[in-house]
Nanobody, 124 residues
């Protein structure tokens, strides 16, 4: 069982930055792929980024060059650094985890554990 707790959301102006954190419980953090997803009102949950213990990453095309996922295994924490934020980035951001696989999964159905979500609002 893995428990995930996100933090770091808030209100920011377009062009600004935020860093989201996701603290994971458990002693086998290195066994899990960690991901970030987001869901805007009336839209489906969409993939943002994922990272495995080896630090290999994948980012959605919509955030490449602006967002960066990273992890600190000593702290059992994964981060999402978000720069050059746009109003269309407004959503609830969710942290997710699943046991490691060969391919970094990008669909919500492939993840087993979820945090409660943190709101990010970007004003124009």
């Amino acid at each position: 069982q893995v428990q995930l707790v996100e933090s770091g959301g808030g209100l920011v102006q377009a062009g600004g930055s935020l860093r989201l954190s996701c603290a994971a419980s458990g002693r086998t953090f290195s066994s899990y792929i960690m991901g970030w997803f987001r869901q805007a009102p009336g839209k489906e949950r969409e993939f943002v980024a994922a990272i495995r213990a080896s630090d290999s990453t994948k980012h959605a095309d919509s955030v490449k060059g602006r967002f960066t996922i990273s992890r600190d295994s000593a702290k059992n924490t994964v981060y999402l650094q978000m720069n050059s934020l746009k109003p269309e980035d407004t959503a609830v951001y969710y942290c997710a985890a699943r046991l490691s696989t060969v391919v970094l999964p990008v669909t919500p159905q492939m993840y087993s554990y979820w945090g409660q979500g943190t709101q990010v609002t970007v004003s124009s």
